[in-house]
């Protein structure tokens, strides 16, 4: 069976009832250079000229037309069938792939949210670090801190600011041993201890930590094991210093320079149960 490239396919689509790359691109979350990219593809795969471009406007040719409508009538078959078997009499249950410190320290609110509005649903969670392939491991969303993922629809959850926190209130960020934060090998962009108090001016100029954690849920529990003070975020924490678990020290917060995401395939966007998740997780 000779079929097109399946993102080419749907790029084409969504370009061609759009009657945009620009409008295309917004829909699935890719600039309009990448759908003109995918769209270039399909047309050298299938040997044809689907649309003209003059300046910044598309039209479909004849045979684009003729493309166009047997491919929405295909992918709006596929969709329908896909819905009926993920959202039918099976009750599949949502899967969503997590970071360890969403997953244990930020979802589980959001969850009471989501089961409020689709009790029906359930959800099967997994945590997991990054470069996850959606796809093949039956993964329906994917909860992550930035990243670039060019090849599925990612929409913004919140932004965070990285602040210190202890189990001492009064602790002096100066002088407590430092629990630094190790963000692994797919994350260059997030600050630690040592730019933390540059950037702020704050006299240590090569803090050394006392211990080092390989995720946020285990800086944590260091944390309140007594090890240490950390620079942690603040909304992916915010549950443990409402409750008391952690204190928020004195000193200033820092940005984190990108923004955690819900990572989501293309053609499942108008999945009402996505939808529903998207919602309940605060996506903008």
């Not at 979350?29 to 299938?46: C, H, I, P, R, T």
């Not at 630690?192 to 704050?202: E, L, N, P, S």
């Not at 800086?219 to 620079?231: C, D, P, S, T, W």
């Not at 942690?232 to 928020?248: D, F, M, N, S, Y």
Request: net charge positive; proline share 6%; aromatic share 6%.
């Amino acid at each position: 069976m000779k079929l097109p490239p399946l993102n080419a396919l749907r790029a084409f689509e969504c370009a061609a009832r759009t009657g945009s790359f620009s409008a295309a691109g917004a829909e699935q979350g890719v600039s309009s250079a990448a759908v003109s990219m995918q769209v270039k593809n399909l047309e050298d795969w299938l040997g044809l000229k689907l649309f003209t471009r003059r300046a910044n406007q598309v039209r479909l040719t004849d045979a684009g037309r003729d493309y166009y409508r047997k491919a929405a009538m295909s992918l709006a078959e596929i969709a329908s069938f896909t819905q009926a078997l993920t959202e039918g009499r099976g009750h599949r249950p949502l899967v969503i792939s997590a970071t360890p410190a969403l997953a244990q320290l930020w979802l589980p609110d959001r969850l009471k949210i989501f089961r409020a509005a689709r009790p029906d649903v359930a959800v099967r969670l997994r945590i997991e670090d990054d470069s996850i392939d959606l796809e093949a491991e039956g993964i329906d969303a994917r909860l992550s801190y930035g990243g670039e993922h060019p090849d599925y629809r990612t929409e913004e959850m919140f932004t965070d600011a990285l602040i210190p926190v202890g189990m001492d209130p009064a602790a002096d960020i100066r002088t407590a041993p430092l629990v630094e934060m190790s963000w692994g090998a797919t994350i260059s962009s997030v600050p630690g201890w040592r730019q933390y108090f540059v950037q702020h001016g704050i006299g240590q100029e090569a803090p050394v930590a006392s211990a080092v954690a390989p995720t946020v849920p285990a800086a944590v529990a260091l944390v309140q094991a007594g090890l240490g003070i950390a620079l942690l975020p603040a909304q992916v924490t915010g549950r443990e210093i409402r409750a008391g678990r952690l204190h928020r020290l004195d000193g200033p917060a820092l940005d984190m320079p990108r923004p955690y995401v819900l990572i989501t395939a293309h053609y499942k966007s108008r999945s009402r149960r996505l939808r529903a998740l998207a919602e309940a997780l605060g996506v903008r």
